[in-house]
Each structure stands twice: as structure tokens, then as C-alpha cells.
């Protein structure tokens, strides 16, 4: 029932800018966390940035700066500005959800393509 769409990835050159949105739907209170992690080719699954409903954020350091996250409460949509992008910056983002910005994901998204050529 819950449904977690991914769009606006895609094939940017370095120091370009990107900007991935996510809806959600289904049995999702807006009272939850809502953020994005990346996974890179040989590389664990980590997190890019999650916030709560009431705007606090946790970034990864090594977007912090670059990437910012925020949302539409009202539309369960989350979005994600990223500038400066990097090489390292390649890999498939999904959107999440979760109970607060520091814990684990409740639900995942299919995950979206993003390729930062040099």
C-alpha cells in the first residue's frame, strides 16, 4: 500500500546540478522522516540526507554543503538539490521513509539513476 516514486535522475557532467523528487503515497504519516540513500557500483548502501516533518536535517558529510533536502508535508513529496555534483556522486538514490531522521528506513523507493560524468 505504501508507494515511493522517484523521478528526476538522470546523466549530468561534474560541477552540474540535479534536483530528484519523490512522492509518496499510501499509509504514510506525514509526521515521519523522509530522506535519500545511494548506492554506488562495489559500494554499501549509505545515506545522502533524511528530514522530519518539522524541517530538522542530517546530511552525510560528504554532501553536506552541496546537497540540500527538503519537502512538501502536504504532498508527502520530498526533494533533493543537488549542486556541485561529483564522479563519486554516481549511483542508484531512493527516496525513504522512516521514524525519525537519525533511525532506519521504514519503506524504500524503486531507486533512480544518477551518472556524473567527468
Known amino acids: 500500500q505504501v508507494q515511493l516514486v522517484e523521478s528526476g535522475g538522470g546523466l549530468v557532467q561534474a560541477g552540474g546540478s540535479l534536483r530528484l523528487s519523490c512522492a509518496a503515497s499510501?499509509?504514510?504519516?506525514?509526521?515521519?522522516?523522509m530522506g535519500w540513500y545511494r548506492q554506488a557500483p562495489g559500494k554499501q548502501r549509505e545515506l545522502v540526507a533524511t528530514?522530519?516533518?518539522?524541517?530538522?536535517?542530517n546530511y552525510a558529510g560528504s554532501v553536506k554543503g552541496r546537497f540540500t533536502i527538503s519537502r512538501d508535508n502536504a504532498k508527502n513529496t520530498v526533494y533533493l538539490q543537488m549542486n556541485s555534483l561529483k564522479p563519486e556522486d554516481t549511483a542508484v538514490y531512493y527516496c525513504?521513509?522512516?521514524?525519525?531522521?537519525?533511525?532506519?528506513?521504514?519503506?524504500w523507493g524503486q531507486g533512480t539513476q544518477v551518472t556524473v560524468s567527468t
Open positions: 528530514i522530519s516533518s518539522g524541517g530538522s536535517r
Open positions: 525513504t521513509v522512516g521514524r525519525t531522521i537519525a533511525d532506519r528506513p521504514l519503506y
Open positions: 499510501g499509509s504514510i504519516f506525514s509526521s515521519n522522516a
